[in-house]
């Protein structure tokens, strides 16, 4: 009792010390200096991450239950070249060569996701718990332990029961907040004891505009204007009170972290004098990562927000805005449950104010009425979306530290892609990626930002949502093509192993002695994969040719023999 007592206390004091330490963000600074050449304080903890439905497969296998995605992409239509997670990278499988892998780059933390339909099928606790489905987690926490890599959980990676979604609707329906709070309490239950960091959601925006507003994402619902304000609506309470579960009943005991993992593009206005480009930014980053953040670590969605989507809902004759309202009890429930922020992060737009026509409906976009921009001498090597602007991840985090009171944070996902037909395992411009938005954490670091560990995004080339898989984001190569999976290492495997190994870029000779050592292993690997259709075709040889020959031949002689017998009868 007492030592719970201590920890509410001190559970408002750093809320207290947390509101009062908001600051004003600098617009007008934007610094881009040279490398920083230098390393991370020590303990900091790297790592490459993952997701259940993108990388285990396994889909409908030992009792585990179909998902909305599961359900999404067998529709014709909805996914690039109809492909599916169906078999994906066989994760389910091979979980023990993937630690293997994270072994051998000497990583600190694995984030991988809890598939909720996979121990529970029907999404409700009270009806059917899939051990198998367990004992798999089980088995994959337990190696990865063994093996000294810290596991970062994730409870929702996007992966709903599609039964909830049938009966109730999703996360449009307020219910979805007891049954995910049930799923997660048994996850503390059964796993609690070896796993420290839990992340409620993973990236809600796009679980709510592209799941309930765009519907390129599943349950592929088109409601715009409200679908997405509402499944958010329903996001953030059902965090908070995961949250509160974590922090009644378990904190004591197990003494881990719940955080939520939110991803967020930098926003910077198109000139950095112009008021109205730095509110058009400014926008941009509240209609994205304050939505959810503002709500947890301040009580309130952004002003904003607030105003935009009042007024406009006002204009269209509403009698109440779009937004929905929390009320003051629980605005401060959800205040201030987050131990860690956990921030994805990928790209960087220009912004400016874009004055919607109205006339045009309702939706998000045309709420927050603002014109995305970029420069043309961005690199884009993959994803049509992501340009490489380095010097906008320490924007990001510097804003994240000015308006959060500097909560402490677990970099989730950063990374980039290639596109589908690249069969190059020597990935330059990954490297360059890496090496770039890696020094511009150290540099946010620097500048005071409490950053305390990096995840790459992601360990494998895995299925990328609606883009099934024509655009890699792994480390290792996936051999899609090959039904064993095969996982090649790209070059920016050893490049990453030599920013592990010395927790930063030590000096200029080094570094720069890196990208060539990378790229001597890296084409014997290519070789590699050159050589795996002809693999697959000797595959096919022994496990299909031959044995039709065999029984072909065995049935021939039989019935020769049969002649010859008769013959002589
Ligand atoms: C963020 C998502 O969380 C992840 O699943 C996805 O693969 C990356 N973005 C890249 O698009």
Not at 140 to 152: F, V
Not at 307 to 316: C, H, L, N, T, V
Not at 319 to 341: H, M, N, W
Request: hydrophobic share 35%.
């Amino acid at each position: 009792m007492l030592q719970r007592c201590i920890l509410r206390l001190y559970h408002v004091l750093a809320l207290v010390l947390c509101v009062s330490a908001r600051e004003d963000f600098d617009w007008t600074k934007n610094e881009r200096t040279s490398f920083y050449y230098s390393t991370f304080p020590t303990g900091f903890s790297w790592g490459a991450g993952s997701s259940a439905y993108q990388t285990e497969g396994a889909w409908n296998t030992d009792g585990k239950g179909m998902s909305i995605w599961d359900a999404f992409v067998h529709k014709k239509g909805k996914i690039f070249l109809n492909d599916t997670g169906d078999t994906s990278c066989e994760g389910y499988y091979k979980f023990k060569d993937d630690i293997t892998l994270m072994k051998d780059m000497k990583l600190n933390h694995y984030r991988f996701s809890i598939s909720w339909p996979r121990i529970l099928p029907s999404g409700l606790k009270g009806e059917h718990i899939n051990e198998k489905g367990i004992k798999y987690y089980d088995d994959l926490i337990n190696m990865l332990l063994d093996n000294k890599i810290t596991p970062i959980v994730t409870l929702y990676h996007w992966d709903l029961p599609q039964v909830l979604q049938e009966k109730y609707g999703g996360w449009q329906n307020v219910t979805m907040v007891n049954y995910f709070n049930d799923f997660a309490n048994l996850c503390f239950e059964r796993f609690g004891n070896k796993v420290k960091y839990w992340i409620t959601f993973n990236n809600p925006w796009s679980i709510a505009v592209e799941g309930y507003e765009t519907g390129e994402h599943a349950p592929g619902m088109k409601l715009k204007g409200t679908g997405a304000y509402k499944a958010a609506h329903h996001i953030i309470k059902a965090h908070a009170k995961v949250w509160h579960t974590y922090d009644m009943q378990w904190r004591s005991k197990q003494k881990g972290l719940v955080g939520i993992s939110l991803t967020a593009d930098w926003g910077e206005p198109v000139d950095i004098t112009n008021q109205r480009d730095i509110e058009a930014a400014e926008r941009y980053i509240q209609f994205y990562m304050g939505w959810f953040a503002t709500p947890i670590f301040n009580g309130d969605y952004p002003q904003v927000m607030k105003d935009y989507i009042g007024r406009k809902s006002g204009q269209q004759g509403l009698g109440a805005s779009r937004l929905p309202v929390f009320s003051p009890q629980e605005k401060s429930y959800i205040k201030g449950t987050c131990d860690f922020l956990g921030l994805g992060h990928f790209t960087t737009r220009y912004v400016t104010l874009k004055n919607y026509p109205s006339g045009l409906g309702d939706s998000y976009f045309a709420d927050r009425d603002l014109a995305e921009l970029v420069d043309p001498k961005w690199p884009d090597p993959g994803s049509e979306w992501l340009y490489s602007v380095p010097w906008g991840f320490r924007r990001l985090l510097n804003f994240v530290k000015t308006q959060y009171g500097n909560p402490m944070i677990y970099v989730t996902e950063n990374g980039v892609s290639e596109k589908m037909l690249c069969t190059e395992l020597c990935d330059d411009w990954r490297m360059q990626y890496f090496k770039d938005y890696i020094n511009e954490m150290l540099k946010a670091i620097k500048d005071g930002v409490n950053v305390k560990g990096y995840t790459a995004w992601s360990l494998l080339d895995n299925f990328e949502w609606d883009e099934g898989y024509s655009e890699r984001f792994g480390l290792y190569y996936v051999d899609f093509r090959n039904k064993n999976k095969p996982r090649y290492p790209k070059a920016s495997v050893q490049f990453y192993k030599r920013i592990i190994s010395s927790n930063g870029f030590p000096n200029q000779r080094e570094v720069e002695s890196w990208k060539r050592k990378a790229v001597e292993t890296c084409s014997s690997s290519n070789q590699l994969l050159a050589a795996d259709p002809l693999i697959g075709h000797m595959e096919m040889v022994t496990e299909i040719v031959v044995p039709t020959v065999c029984t072909l031949c065995i049935l021939l002689s039989a019935v020769f023999l049969m002649f010859l017998l008769r013959g002589r009868i």
